[in-house]
């Protein structure tokens, strides 16, 4: 091929032709041709095979040149085939597709058609070819993949490049998993499976050179996780951790109810781990209001009783300060030194609580992203904690690991990921998961109403000496537009339902103490209602809070809806929840409709997996970098699982994978991973 067209291939990062026949296609198209008498089909293109009769060809506009021409097509009659065109530099139109519409020529047209008639009259042409051509088979007549064409590159030169390098290449292609694997997974062999889904002759078949494929990614993505795993396990800590009890004892006494049996299982779970030589490196799944911070208070304490110190990082600053007052009230009467360290301290008291920390003057601190700069320096940080896990990313947790040595490591999160998803994006952490709820919580009731009754609803529950929050989407907190109508609908609001109320407003722009301020007074009880945006959507814990009305609910993601709907029922009192909105899609609809039926977050993440695929589900660029081709987390956990244990299993019988017969695979793992390393590595 051409220097020209080769550049644009490299473009799509393909630069050999071993490299397109590994150039998966992003979709295929059922090009059977269509069969008389049924009109045109539903879900897939009008498919035409016929003589042309006549035709003729004219401007019909500066940019626009039409051709129409009668063919006769067996078994449906005489079809009018219409070509819109642009007039282009490289392709001369009128000569162009001229030379394939001498009148006696036979020609498959590919386009679409006027639905509903059972009769085709007439089709607006996307692609043709002419029948005498050999390469037409790789077109039409089947199942057809599509490539991602670029500028310049269309998805007909890719088919045919692709089709030829198949012919080159599949010959010659070795296989790199391990034989025996294969068989036992009874998977395709790769230059098969490679064939399978370039030029699949059935669903059947497409399918199964997908999962063979799609099983070579997710065995590659195993592997590297359990080497990492292994690797891990390799550092040493330097230092031992005893269990005291001179803390954890008082700690649990002062508490004022009972650990549930999940809460104390996972307490003896990080115990046991933090006691490992290695460093710990944890994933906490809970639901919202499964009561994680107590568990990682008793994690942070065991740190502290062996004179180390402990660091809890949340994603708000409304979240800290709730976390700073969580500590204060726990830690009542107890010998720890603990501050709060977010942008919103003073200058003053920032520098004092820096220099405490690196002399060793406080044993705990709790913030926001504000702990993690450069000038925050610790004596001997051991444990750091990472709550709403999900808001942060790779690099934030890198800084913060640095700033100890060899240091534990806890992440929290009540973002509900699918067990798929979790494997396959925190592969190398252990997971423990709070599953039981503390005692007494009623299910938070869920429903899709009007406003007025949701406004009611709120009324009604300040009458009885609750309180309740009124959420509105701001998707960006920088989108100005969302925010006026906000602080206008609490104007409205104010002045209107909520007359005689005591209601206040917060939001992601008011100042810092302002913010806290509101949140401090709504959790004294000194307001009875809360307008709010977001902010307030993770973690917030205000027992007596028993209304949530979310307005324009259907703006929101079902793991930030899940998310809100848990600010509430977190007491003795029960919730309910009240999600305004008109919803105008089928899947809106279908989001509001999968919360009204569950209080289930796991339940929901796998909801949300299906509605919106793994990408958007996570909302985080980690998904992207795991960067699959053929595996589709959505619907391969069964895969997954099968790919992870045959990892398993492979690192266990040959740690490096030097056996002969592992060869292919670490050639590939090292191909892969070389410089993908990163995504996956958390430490
Ligand atoms: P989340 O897991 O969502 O972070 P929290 O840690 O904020 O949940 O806990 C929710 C509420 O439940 C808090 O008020 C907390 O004090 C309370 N709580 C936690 N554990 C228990 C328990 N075992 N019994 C009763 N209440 C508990
Ligand atoms: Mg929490």
């Known amino acids: 091929m051409g220097p020209k067209r080769a550049e644009l291939l490299a473009r799509l990062g393909v630069e050999t032709v071993g490299a397109l026949a590994l150039h998966l296609p992003r979709a295929w198209e059922d090009r059977s041709e269509t069969p008389p008498g049924r009109g045109v089909p539903a879900d897939a293109p009008l498919v035409l095979r016929g003589r042309v009769m006549d035709s003729l060809q004219r401007r019909a506009g500066p940019h626009l040149i039409l051709t129409v021409a009668r063919v006769n097509v067996p078994g449906h009659g005489e079809v009018e085939a219409v070509w819109f065109k642009r007039p282009s530099r490289r392709y001369d139109v009128f000569t162009g597709l001229k030379k394939d519409l001498a009148p006696g020529t036979d020609l498959w047209l590919v386009g679409r058609g006027e639905p509903g008639l059972l009769k085709v009259r007439r089709i607006d042409v996307d692609e043709h070819f002419r029948v005498d051509d050999p390469r037409a088979a790789l077109h039409v007549g089947g199942l057809v993949p599509r490539y991602a064409a670029t500028e310049g590159l269309s998805e007909r030169f890719l088919r045919e490049a692709v089709g030829q390098a198949l012919e080159e290449v599949l010959p010659s292609l070795g296989e790199d998993l391990p034989p025996a694997l294969l068989a036992r997974r009874e998977l395709l062999a790769r230059p098969q499976a490679l064939r399978a889904v370039h030029r699949p002759r059935s669903r059947a078949e497409l399918e199964q050179g997908r999962r063979r494929l799609a099983y070579e990614e997710l065995l590659l993505l195993g592997l590297a996780w359990s080497l990492k795993h292994a690797q891990v396990r390799q550092i040493a800590k330097g230092f031992g951790y005893e269990v005291k009890r001179s803390l954890l004892t008082p700690f649990k006494a002062g508490l004022g109810f009972e650990l549930t049996r999940a809460q104390k299982r996972v307490i003896n779970e990080l115990f046991e781990d933090m006691r490992l030589p290695s460093p710990m490196?944890?994933?906490?799944?809970?639901?919202?209001?499964?009561?994680?911070?107590?568990?990682?208070?008793?994690?942070?304490?065991?740190?502290?009783?062996?004179?180390?110190?402990?660091?809890?990082?949340?994603?708000?600053?409304?979240?800290?300060?709730?976390?700073?007052?969580?500590?204060?009230?726990?830690?009542?009467?107890?010998?720890?030194?603990?501050?709060?360290?977010?942008?919103?301290v003073p200058k003053a008291k920032r520098e004092r609580v820096l220099r405490q920390l690196e002399a060793g003057e406080l044993d705990l601190v709790v913030g926001t992203h504000a702990l993690l700069e450069g000038d925050v320096r610790f004596k001997n940080l051991a444990l750091a904690v990472i709550d709403e896990q999900h808001r942060f990313g790779v690099r934030q947790r890198t800084t913060l690991r640095q700033k100890g040595a060899a240091l534990d490591l806890l992440l929290m999160t009540a973002t509900p990921i699918p067990r798929t998803l979790a494997l396959a994006l925190y592969g190398d952490l252990d997971v423990s998961t709070l599953d039981e709820m503390p005692p007494g919580r009623a299910p938070v009731r869920t429903e899709h109403a009007p406003e007025e009754r949701a406004l009611e609803a709120v009324r009604r529950a300040a009458a009885a000496g609750r309180q309740a929050y009124v959420v509105y989407p701001i998707i960006n907190e920088s989108a100005r537009l969302d925010l006026k109508a906000a602080v206008a609908e609490y104007e409205r609001l104010k002045a209107g339902a909520f007359a005689g109320l005591r209601t206040a407003l917060v939001h992601g722009r008011m100042p810092g103490a302002k913010k806290v301020g509101a949140m401090e007074d709504f959790a004294a009880g000194k307001t009875d209602v809360l307008v709010a945006t977001p902010v307030v959507e993770v973690g917030v814990d205000v027992a007596n809070a028993t209304v949530m009305v979310i307005q324009n609910a259907d703006r929101f993601g079902l793991a930030g809806l899940h998310q809100l709907r848990g600010r509430i029922g977190r007491g003795e009192h029960a919730g309910s929840c009240y999600l305004v909105s008109e919803p105008r899609t089928d899947t809106a609809r279908r989001r509001l409709q999968v919360l009204c039926e569950t209080n289930d977050g796991f339940r929901i993440g796998e909801e949300d997996l299906?509605?919106?695929?793994?990408?958007?589900?996570?909302?985080?660029?980690?998904?992207?970098?795991?960067?699959?081709?053929?595996?589709?987390?959505?619907?391969?956990?069964?895969?997954?699982?099968?790919?992870?244990?045959?990892?398993?299993?492979?690192?266990?019988?040959?740690?490096?994978?030097?056996?002969?017969?592992?060869?292919?695979?670490?050639?590939?793992?090292?191909?892969?991973?070389?410089?993908?390393?990163?995504?996956?590595?958390?430490?």
């Open 281 to 344: 490196t944890r994933l906490l799944q809970g639901d919202v209001g499964s009561g994680k911070t107590v568990v990682a208070l008793a994690a942070l304490l065991l740190a502290v009783e062996n004179g180390r110190q402990g660091a809890f990082l949340a994603p708000t600053e409304i979240l800290a300060d709730q976390h700073y007052w969580t500590f204060r009230r726990f830690l009542a009467g107890l010998p720890v030194r603990f501050e709060l360290l977010t942008s919103g």
């Open 610 to 683: 299906k509605l919106r695929g793994p990408g958007e589900a996570l909302g985080t660029a980690q998904h992207g970098e795991l960067g699959f081709e053929a595996a589709d987390l959505s619907r391969d956990s069964d895969l997954l699982d099968a790919a992870r244990s045959d990892a398993e299993a492979l690192i266990r019988e040959d740690p490096d994978l030097n056996l002969p017969e592992n060869a292919g695979l670490r050639a590939r793992l090292v191909a892969t991973y070389r410089d993908k390393w990163k995504s996956i590595d958390l430490a």
